[in-house]
């Protein structure tokens, strides 16, 4: 993995420029949250994903969450924190549908055998497993809490949300293989399990990603979206949330002038300042491809000139440099839009190492970008600002 962490060769770094992390998980460690405010980092987005985590974030947002001053460039302040409310991919089979279904009540002990059943594949016969997994939680009851928690900080995000072919289930803790979540980490996750055969059946998932975009386009606010073997079936999901509205191309010079953010953004405006509709739309108006993994020639379509929401892709030393495939992520990076790119740490615990993994990817990228140091700061920094708030900030 290239890393530049500790390296004293290395130029200093311009942390007082402002350095923006995109997605990160330091709710999984509770007893790191108390670090945040002496990080180097100027702002964490803190993404949620599943029942134990919500209100964590909620939380983090409500004690350290960021305003607009919190962007003001050169301003020396605490890092603080912009929330993302979401339940991501790994987690989709614990909601069910009483939405579309019309169930409109709980679920009873043979409608949690018969949803589980339903959303997993292969469908499990071994109700012990089933009886291990969480009560089911209603749709609408999710979508009504996110809202909530959106309307409470006008900054957050949705996210993280999105689709997964690889993940399997742990088994089941009844088999004795689970072991107590280590002091200060947040329950919920694999806890040191075996991974069971079974998948999220991949419809069921595009249900639950589709209800969170309509709400994220409902509220104007921007998502990060988790993509792994299914960079396909997570376009065409996206793609149908803007059927209808995409953006009339009429000619090179027109498709070029959009490719640029500012313009895409001035033309979202001006269409809102001269119809007078509301600014909700069925689709997110910007995406962020968290830790976007396919590969440089899957770009063009998300960056077509009619697609009317703003495409962003981010980047981490923990994902895309981790593994003998970092060569996919070199040529993407260079092939992003300068103005597209953003980067994260993808960690789960607040702190220094979180400060120098984030350090390390922006070195990176602006290597491979051909960027000078505090030019590249800049850039992210000016990206960021963009995917967060929706308007491009003034080039100083």
Same mark, same amino acid.
């Given at each position: 993995?290239?890393?530049?962490?500790?390296?004293?060769?290395?130029?200093?770094?311009?942390?007082?420029?402002?350095?923006?992390?995109?997605?990160?998980?330091?709710?999984?460690?509770?007893?790191?949250?108390?670090?945040?405010?002496?990080?180097?980092?100027?702002?964490?987005?803190?993404?949620?994903?599943?029942? %134990?985590?919500?209100?964590? *974030? /909620?939380?983090?947002?409500? !004690?350290?969450? &960021?305003? +607009?001053?919190?962007?003001?460039?050169? #301003?020396?302040?605490?890092?603080?924190?912009?929330?993302?409310?979401?339940?991501?991919?790994?987690?989709?089979?614990?909601?069910?549908?009483?939405?579309?279904?019309?169930?409109?009540?709980?679920?009873?002990?043979?409608?949690?055998? %018969?949803?589980?059943?339903? *959303? /997993?594949?292969?469908?499990? !016969?071994?109700? &012990?497993? +089933?009886?291990?997994?969480?009560?089911? #939680?209603?749709?609408?009851?999710?979508?009504?809490?996110?809202?909530?928690?959106?309307?409470?900080?006008?900054?957050?995000?949705?996210?993280?949300?999105?689709?997964?072919?690889?993940?399997?289930?742990?088994?089941?803790?009844?088999?004795?293989?689970?072991?107590?979540?280590?002091?200060?980490?947040?329950?919920?996750?694999?806890?040191?399990?075996?991974?069971?055969?079974?998948?999220?059946?991949?419809?069921?998932?595009?249900?639950?990603?589709?209800?969170?975009?309509?709400?994220?386009?409902?509220?104007?606010?921007?998502?990060?979206?988790?993509?792994?073997?299914?960079?396909?079936?997570?376009?065409?999901?996206?793609?149908?949330?803007?059927?209808?509205?995409?953006?009339?191309?009429?000619?090179?010079?027109?498709?070029?002038?959009?490719?640029?953010?500012?313009?895409?953004?001035?033309?979202?405006?001006?269409?809102?300042?001269?119809?007078?509709?509301?600014?909700?739309?069925?689709?997110?108006?910007?995406?962020?491809?968290?830790?976007?993994?396919?590969?440089?020639?899957?770009?063009?379509?998300?960056?077509?000139?009619?697609?009317?929401?703003?495409?962003?892709?981010?980047?981490?030393?923990?994902?895309?440099?981790?593994?003998?495939?970092?060569?996919?992520?070199?040529?993407?990076?260079?092939?992003?839009?300068?103005?597209?790119?953003?980067?994260?740490?993808?960690?789960?615990?607040?702190?220094?190492?979180?400060?120098?993994?984030?350090?390390?990817?922006?070195?990176?990228?602006?290597?491979?970008?051909?960027?000078?140091?505090?030019?590249?700061?800049?850039?992210?920094?000016?990206?960021?600002?963009?995917?967060?708030?929706?308007?491009?900030?003034?080039?100083?």
């Amino acid at each position: 993995m290239a890393s530049y962490e500790g390296n004293a060769k290395q130029e200093p770094f311009p942390w007082h420029l402002g350095v923006f992390d995109a997605h990160c998980h330091p709710t999984d460690t509770v007893s790191s949250l108390k670090d945040i405010p002496d990080m180097k980092t100027k702002v964490l987005t803190i993404m949620a994903t599943r029942s %134990q985590d919500q209100e964590l *974030v /909620l939380s983090a947002a409500d !004690d350290l969450g &960021a305003d +607009i001053e919190a962007f003001s460039d050169g #301003r020396n302040s605490p890092c603080r924190v912009v929330p993302s409310f979401g339940w991501h991919p790994w987690f989709s089979h614990q909601i069910y549908d009483d939405i579309s279904e019309g169930t409109g009540r709980p679920l009873s002990h043979i409608d949690k055998i %018969q949803h589980y059943r339903s *959303v /997993l594949t292969p469908s499990p !016969d071994d109700e &012990a497993f +089933i009886h291990s997994l969480p009560e089911p #939680r209603a749709l609408s009851d999710l979508l009504a809490t996110t809202k909530h928690y959106l309307l409470r900080h006008p900054l957050a995000l949705v996210g993280e949300i999105g689709l997964d072919r690889t993940f399997r289930l742990p088994e089941s803790t009844r088999s004795g293989q689970a072991r107590e979540p280590e002091p200060g980490m947040t329950p919920g996750s694999r806890d040191g399990r075996k991974l069971s055969p079974y998948h999220v059946e991949m419809n069921h998932q595009r249900k639950i990603l589709k209800a969170q975009l309509h709400l994220a386009g409902e509220m104007g606010r921007a998502v990060s979206v988790h993509g792994v073997a299914a960079h396909g079936i997570v376009f065409e999901t996206l793609q149908s949330t803007w059927y209808g509205h995409e953006r009339k191309v009429t000619s090179k010079r027109l498709q070029k002038k959009r490719a640029s953010v500012k313009a895409a953004h001035d033309h979202e405006l001006s269409n809102l300042l001269n119809d007078g509709r509301s600014a909700s739309k069925p689709y997110p108006p910007r995406i962020c491809m968290h830790s976007y993994s396919g590969p440089s020639s899957h770009l063009k379509q998300y960056l077509n000139p009619s697609i009317p929401a703003l495409i962003f892709f981010s980047f981490s030393q923990v994902i895309n440099f981790s593994n003998p495939d970092s060569n996919k992520a070199v040529e993407a990076i260079k092939a992003v839009p300068d103005d597209r790119i953003l980067v994260e740490s993808d960690l789960h615990c607040a702190g220094d190492r979180m400060d120098g993994l984030l350090e390390g990817i922006v070195r990176l990228v602006c290597k491979l970008k051909g960027w000078a140091l505090e030019d590249g700061v800049k850039q992210l920094a000016r990206n960021y600002k963009h995917f967060v708030l929706g308007r491009e900030p003034e080039v100083p």
